[in-house]
């Protein structure tokens, strides 16, 4: 019995083609069949995807309200103030590269 198949064609970003590609590799797939499978699922995969969305973001949340308090409760009590305006400046210097790295001009 052949299965009648409708063609869906779709205009997507590169890298979104890239990230496919590299799933269906891993899977040991073709693109082709992966897509299959996505629609299969389609509604399980989307709960999926917006539930974890929805913890991330209240995690991050979470975290950055608290962000202070946190780090005050696990520094050791020896670690001068000095330090930790050192330690911001290095990661204040980390975002400058990471920065400069997205946009093709960093190491």
Do not use: C
């Amino acid at each position: 019995m052949v299965k009648r198949k409708v063609v869906l064609s779709g205009r997507l970003e590169p890298e979104y083609i890239e990230a496919l590609d590299q799933v269906a590799k891993a899977q040991g797939i073709s693109r082709s069949k992966l897509l299959r499978e996505f629609a299969k699922n389609a509604a399980a995969l989307y709960t999926f995807l917006k539930t974890e969305r929805e913890r991330q973001q209240s995690e991050k949340i979470k975290l950055n309200g608290n962000l202070t308090r946190w780090v005050l409760e696990h520094s050791p009590p020896e670690i001068p103030p000095e330090f930790l305006h050192f330690l911001g400046e290095v990661m204040h210097h980390v975002a400058q590269l990471k920065e400069a790295q997205r946009k093709g001009a960093g190491p």
